[in-house]
């Protein structure tokens, strides 16, 4: 895949596969042959895939064929997702809901829920597999040894600090906060650091004494230069009424303004004021535009290295809030993809307890005119509460929770840093849905009524360009590789082997046992015809990708054999070299004709 480093992609042949492909021997040799469409997706199975399996005879002549056209993939219909976290009025989770208990509206029209799963914070956890020690020989001589039990994090928190909308006294204020929290860090803890800005960067670790250097490093870095007052001085909330919702009054207050910096009050001069006004909005949109697509860039980057980590994945978000303005379409885009990514997104309003200030910055004083400082100072005012509305959306919308006006920042930040005890992910199929890009309100409501608290996403964008099927198809496993949600459309099992080549390498074999019932298979040309993609990817400790794999099977199966191989199953082996350690092991298979999916999250220990 091309998006993964070191990651080749092989298309593999069944007839010269040996051991590469296995299938267990024993099955019937004639059997009914399948329908145009097989069976539906079968169950998962927990079946452990033997250390030693048998490889079977070459497979008939023909039944599988390497090509290099890509397989044509029928994309799964993507569910728009909502993370929904229930509470008592005592601030208590509530943890006994089921599917029923739920209602859902896509602007304002009930919906299906057509999935329904619960997740807790354990069900990140990664279990060790099985593993062998493979001797150099070969898989005959492999023996199971006593897998070490393997201590991975549990929790990686991606401490997200925006300095391109912090002021000099908000760093100040966090970074005495976080010094707090990372003295409560448990020992299954991994934290990174990241800033808007991208100047910092400290990758996840549980090193206290690094973490508390790197924030030495949050300081005040905006995007724009500050300290320069244009003429006239407008600030981005009210550009923002005067560009985008075209606000009359704004725009007067800043022709005013105009006409006293530039024309000495010359009411002459008033329509070279209105433009000169104008021309100070677009300038101003343009600036806080660019800052805030800086800030989501970053945010977006940060959410891919945290998406691919094994275990709890959030996000705390520290920022005094920006106005997305024109931009609301990137923050849905970003709680699609932290729900995706089963990402909780916490936000912590950097300014902690504050009164609105209406005298503005006093070390950078506005330069109002008497006649309209009045209006300046209003729209100071509802800036400073407009800045924290993006905060409230992105923590309701991925099931976090927004800490503002309090002090206590250092206790927000442990309360941020621990996901909720329980979230209820609800999904549904938007019903001719138009590709035009248009928003869609979501809400979510009880059906019985109760006066819970509810934090849910309020709504999201329509696509507006239809999506390449091949690309997405790619897309689709290259997002299930970087995730750890298990997936089961498909029943694989996965396995590992590994023997050491020398004291400072050894070579790791990741079995994936596929049974074929559940795969759904195109008859053409009296051939049962599909394409499996499995695409692996290795991690170490610390969730720092270390290699990976792909490999396209291309199945052309005459009946018997469809028949054999789908009692029997197979399994494919891929094989890494790597240096001793604590790894873990991701998996995704995906079928052309079906686009199901299947993942699967293994550990290895390779003892030095």
């Given at each position: 895949?091309?998006h993964l480093?070191a990651?080749?992609r092989?298309?593999i042949?069944?007839?010269i596969l040996?051991?590469?492909?296995?299938a267990?021997q024993?099955?019937?040799?004639?059997?009914?042959?399948p329908?145009?469409t097989p069976?539906?997706?079968a169950?998962?199975?927990t079946?452990?895939v033997?250390a030693?399996?048998?490889a079977?005879a070459?497979a008939e002549?023909?039944?599988?064929?390497?090509?290099?056209?890509p397989?044509?993939?029928?994309?799964?219909?993507?569910?728009?997702?909502a993370?929904v976290?229930?509470?008592d009025a005592?601030?208590?989770?509530?943890?006994n809901l089921?599917k029923?208990?739920?209602?859902?509206f896509?602007?304002?029209?009930?919906q299906?829920?057509?999935?329904?799963s619960m997740?807790t914070?354990g069900?990140?956890?990664?279990?060790?597999?099985t593993?062998a020690?493979?001797?150099?020989?070969?898989?005959?001589t492999a023996e199971?040894?006593?897998?070490?039990?393997v201590?991975l994090p549990?929790r990686f928190?991606?401490?997200?600090f925006?300095?391109g909308?912090?002021?000099?006294?908000?760093t100040?204020?966090?970074r005495?906060?976080?010094?707090?929290f990372f003295?409560?860090?448990?020992?299954?803890?991994?934290?990174?650091?990241?800033t808007?800005?991208?100047?910092l960067?400290?990758?996840f670790?549980d090193?206290?004494?690094?973490?508390?250097?790197a924030?030495?490093g949050i300081?005040?870095?905006p995007v724009?230069?500050?300290?320069?007052h244009?003429?006239?001085?407008?600030?981005?909330?009210?550009a923002?009424?005067i560009e985008?919702?075209?606000?009359t009054?704004a725009?007067?207050?800043a022709?005013?303004?105009?006409l006293q910096c530039?024309?000495?009050?010359?009411p002459r001069?008033?329509?070279?004021a209105q433009a000169l006004a104008?021309?100070?909005?677009?300038?101003?949109?343009?600036?806080?535009?660019i800052q805030?697509e800086?800030?989501?860039r970053?945010v977006?980057?940060?959410?891919?290295r945290?998406?691919?980590?094994?275990?709890?994945?959030?996000?705390v978000?520290v920022s005094?809030?920006?106005?997305?303005s024109?931009?609301q379409?990137?923050?849905y885009?970003i709680?699609?993809?932290?729900?995706r990514?089963?990402?909780?997104?916490?936000?912590i309003d950097a300014?902690?307890?504050y009164t609105?200030d209406?005298?503005?910055?006093?070390?950078?004083?506005?330069?109002?005119?008497?006649?309209t400082?009045?209006?300046?100072?209003?729209?100071r005012?509802?800036?400073?509460?407009?800045?924290?509305e993006?905060?409230?959306?992105?923590?309701?919308?991925?099931g976090?929770?927004?800490f503002?006006?309090?002090?206590?920042?250092?206790?927000?930040?442990?309360?941020?840093g621990?996901?909720?005890?329980l979230?209820y992910?609800l999904?549904?199929?938007p019903?001719?849905?138009k590709?035009?890009g248009?928003?869609?309100?979501?809400?979510?409501?009880?059906a019985n009524k109760?006066?819970y608290?509810?934090?849910?996403r309020h709504?999201?964008?329509?696509?507006?360009?239809?999506?390449?099927?091949t690309?997405a198809?790619?897309?689709e496993v290259?997002?299930?590789l970087?995730?750890?949600d298990?997936?089961?459309?498909?029943?694989a099992?996965?396995?590992t082997q590994?023997f050491?080549?020398?004291s400072t390498m050894?070579r790791?074999a990741?079995?994936?046992?596929?049974?074929?019932?559940?795969?759904?298979f195109r008859?053409?040309?009296?051939r049962?015809?599909?394409?499996?993609?499995v695409?692996t990817a290795?991690?170490?400790?610390?969730?720092?990708f270390v290699?990976g794999?792909?490999?396209?099977?291309e199945m052309?199966?005459?009946?018997?054999?469809?028949d054999?191989l789908?009692?029997s199953?197979?399994t494919?082996?891929?094989?890494?070299d790597?240096?001793?350690?604590?790894?873990?092991?991701?998996q995704?298979?995906r079928?052309?004709?079906?686009?199901?999916?299947?993942?699967?999250?293994?550990?290895?220990?390779i003892?030095?």
């Amino acid at each position: 895949m091309s998006h993964l480093p070191a990651i080749a992609r092989r298309k593999i042949s069944l007839a010269i596969l040996g051991v590469i492909l296995l299938a267990s021997q024993g099955a019937p040799a004639q059997a009914p042959a399948p329908q145009e469409t097989p069976s539906q997706s079968a169950p998962a199975k927990t079946d452990t895939v033997p250390a030693t399996p048998q490889a079977p005879a070459p497979a008939e002549q023909g039944e599988v064929a390497t090509r290099d056209n890509p397989a044509t993939f029928r994309v799964r219909v993507n569910l728009v997702l909502a993370r929904v976290v229930v509470r008592d009025a005592d601030g208590k989770v509530i943890t006994n809901l089921k599917k029923e208990d739920f209602l859902l509206f896509d602007n304002r029209k009930p919906q299906v829920i057509s999935s329904f799963s619960m997740e807790t914070p354990g069900m990140h956890v990664v279990a060790p597999t099985t593993t062998a020690s493979d001797a150099p020989a070969g898989p005959e001589t492999a023996e199971t040894t006593t897998t070490p039990k393997v201590t991975l994090p549990q929790r990686f928190v991606a401490m997200m600090f925006d300095d391109g909308h912090m002021a000099m006294e908000d760093t100040v204020f966090v970074r005495q906060a976080a010094t707090k929290f990372f003295g409560a860090l448990a020992p299954s803890d991994r934290v990174g650091i990241y800033t808007t800005s991208g100047q910092l960067t400290q990758e996840f670790t549980d090193d206290r004494e690094l973490l508390n250097k790197a924030l030495l490093g949050i300081i005040a870095r905006p995007v724009a230069g500050g300290g320069f007052h244009d003429c006239p001085d407008i600030s981005y909330y009210q550009a923002d009424l005067i560009e985008n919702k075209s606000d009359t009054q704004a725009l007067a207050v800043a022709t005013e303004d105009a006409l006293q910096c530039a024309f000495n009050g010359d009411p002459r001069q008033t329509s070279a004021a209105q433009a000169l006004a104008g021309s100070a909005a677009i300038r101003a949109v343009n600036a806080g535009d660019i800052q805030t697509e800086y800030a989501y860039r970053h945010v977006e980057e940060t959410m891919r290295r945290l998406a691919g980590m094994p275990g709890q994945r959030v996000m705390v978000f520290v920022s005094p809030g920006f106005i997305p303005s024109t931009l609301q379409t990137e923050t849905y885009d970003i709680i699609d993809r932290a729900l995706r990514a089963g990402i909780v997104i916490n936000t912590i309003d950097a300014r902690g307890l504050y009164t609105p200030d209406v005298l503005g910055d006093i070390a950078d004083p506005p330069h109002d005119s008497l006649k309209t400082v009045g209006f300046k100072t209003t729209y100071r005012v509802a800036a400073q509460f407009a800045n924290s509305e993006v905060l409230g959306q992105l923590a309701d919308g991925t099931g976090g929770t927004f800490f503002h006006n309090r002090n206590d920042v250092d206790e927000g930040m442990r309360e941020a840093g621990a996901a909720p005890a329980l979230a209820y992910v609800l999904g549904f199929s938007p019903q001719n849905l138009k590709v035009d890009g248009r928003y869609h309100t979501i809400d979510v409501k009880l059906a019985n009524k109760l006066k819970y608290k509810l934090q849910a996403r309020h709504g999201y964008f329509a696509p507006k360009t239809l999506t390449d099927p091949t690309e997405a198809a790619k897309q689709e496993v290259l997002q299930a590789l970087y995730s750890q949600d298990e997936i089961t459309d498909l029943s694989a099992d996965l396995h590992t082997q590994f023997f050491k080549k020398d004291s400072t390498m050894a070579r790791l074999a990741v079995l994936t046992h596929l049974e074929l019932k559940g795969i759904r298979f195109r008859k053409a040309e009296g051939r049962n015809r599909n394409d499996v993609t499995v695409a692996t990817a290795i991690f170490d400790e610390n969730g720092n990708f270390v290699t990976g794999g792909e490999k396209i099977v291309e199945m052309r199966l005459l009946d018997a054999t469809y028949d054999k191989l789908s009692h029997s199953g197979i399994t494919v082996k891929s094989s890494f070299d790597v240096k001793p350690g604590t790894y873990l092991v991701r998996q995704v298979v995906r079928d052309a004709e079906g686009s199901q999916m299947a993942a699967k999250n293994g550990a290895v220990v390779i003892p030095y």
